[in-house]
């Protein structure tokens, strides 16, 4: 049976006992019509999760206590990240949600020149809490217990500079680069890890430049033209799976 996960971040959680929010108490008492006693898990997005009983439902109001913190092995030794071209709503919420299944640790909107959409700080943090609400979803749903970090968009040339401590950088290319593996071959754990995926205009010669300038590894997916959001999960599972533990089995 499928474990029915909630999340409550490390302030909800006093001793044994863990409060859960407005949203995760509607959930478990209205969605789902669980009982007290109920047997229920919990990920704090820091790293842990618990067994635990439902000890009391007051109206929105819901008490779990720990009946055990779990072990638990969801997250990839590989510190991935993300570095995603905004794309159309449906697009981009399925690339959090896909990315964060495969255990991604970052994803960064990347306001490309030829990105398919230009967002505003006010519909940017709109978006910003989606993409939060999608990635935790998906972390609930596949047992992972760090949430994934999402930022504000940013430009190309900003997250190039921001690179101070030698983090390896790889670029998706229509044209020319190296296969993945071949790619990633001389990476040794812990680096850091920035995949690029750019928007389905592909990059201007302004960015191409700039990934000269930064030294920028640039890969390609194959032959085929893929859409932004197969390029996305494809280079993730990819990765994944050369450097992290998409190859590891199942405990």
Known sequence: MQRRRFYAPPENIAGRVIKLDRDESHHLSRVLRLDEGSEVFVLDGAGKEYACRVARIAGTAVELEITEELTVETESPLKLILAQALAKSEKFDLIVQKAAELGIHQIIPLAADHADMKLDHGRASERQARWRRISLEALKQCG????????????????????????????????????????????????????????????????????????????????????????????????????????????
Not at 146 to 161: C, K, N, Q, T
């Open 144 to 251: 992972r217990t760090r949430l994934v970090e999402i930022g504000m968009p940013v430009d190309v040339d900003s997250l190039l500079e921001s690179n101070a401590t030698g983090n390896v950088f790889v670029a998706f290319t229509e044209r020319g680069g190296l296969a993945l593996n071949k790619a990633m071959a001389n990476i040794v754990l812990p680096t850091e890890v920035t995949l690029m995926i750019g928007p389905e205009g592909g990059w201007s010669e302004r960015e191409l430049t700039l990934f000269d300038q930064h030294r920028v590894v640039c890969a390609t997916l194959g032959p085929r033209v893929l859409r932004t959001e197969t390029a996305a999960i494809a280079a993730v599972a990819l990765a994944q799976n050369i450097l992290g533990d998409l190859s590891r089995p199942r405990s």
